[in-house]
């Protein structure tokens, strides 16, 4: 599903986020990503959804060769990949079903097909009654479940996730990294980074850990 040969990441302004970084993902497989702050934990998945491009090496994702991928083909790949941020990114003039409908939206899908769509997403997170409901009246744990809704809705083979559980609390956290897990067991390829080693550490999960942006842990398969 992913793999990364010899990856390197400079930035204009001569940073190294990436260093020579390879491993290698299977499909159906649920893997951590770790390290310090700055490690290049964001940098790896903004190279895996062509948000940044790698200044040297290759980046394999659902047998593609992103190297030789071009801005037409981007969204093409962006489609197979659901992406979940620290921050949610709800937009809070719209409800949490039209929040959950917006990828299927920008994909045009019929109406009735949205809405069956949304509401199994929505059933899947715990939160199908407060659809009509907006977006401040949820605690911060729910409006997280709300982003991994949308997230999921489009039937994504690869779920992305960066830092989903910084502003929660231990609890919350471990129920949010439990919907990742249900995601994987139904057969979708799940890449999380965080730095909650302790969380994560718990669960029966390859980590793959990164310092100064070199890989210094978990480069096979799982």
Excluded: C, W
């Amino acid at each position: 599903m992913i793999t990364f040969d010899r990856v390197s990441k400079r930035y204009p302004e001569g940073h190294d986020a990436l260093r020579e970084v390879s491993f290698s993902i299977k499909p159906d497989e649920m893997v951590f990503v770790t390290g310090h702050s700055g490690a290049g934990k964001s940098t790896l998945l903004k190279l895996i959804m062509l948000i940044e491009r790698p200044s040297r090496g290759q980046i394999i994702v659902n047998g593609q060769n992103l190297k030789g991928l071009n801005a037409r083909k981007t969204p093409q790949l962006r489609r197979d990949i659901g992406v979940v941020f620290q921050n949610h990114q709800l937009l809070f003039d719209r409800s949490i079903f039209d929040n959950v409908a917006l990828p299927l939206l920008i994909a045009g899908y019929q109406h009735r097909e949205i809405g069956r769509r949304v509401r199994a997403a929505l059933d899947k997170v715990g939160l199908l009654e407060r659809e009509r409901d907006m977006p401040v009246t949820l605690s911060g744990g729910e409006q997280q479940r709300v982003g991994i809704a949308r997230a999921v809705v489009n039937k994504p083979r690869l779920l992305l996730a960066d830092e989903p559980t910084g502003n929660l609390d231990p609890a919350l956290s471990a129920e949010i990294m439990q919907l990742f897990a249900h995601f994987n067991q139904v057969g979708v390829t799940v890449l999380v980074a965080s730095h909650d080693l302790a969380l994560i550490s718990r669960m029966p999960h390859r980590i793959i850990t990164l310092r100064g942006g070199r890989l210094i842990t978990g480069t096979g398969e799982g």
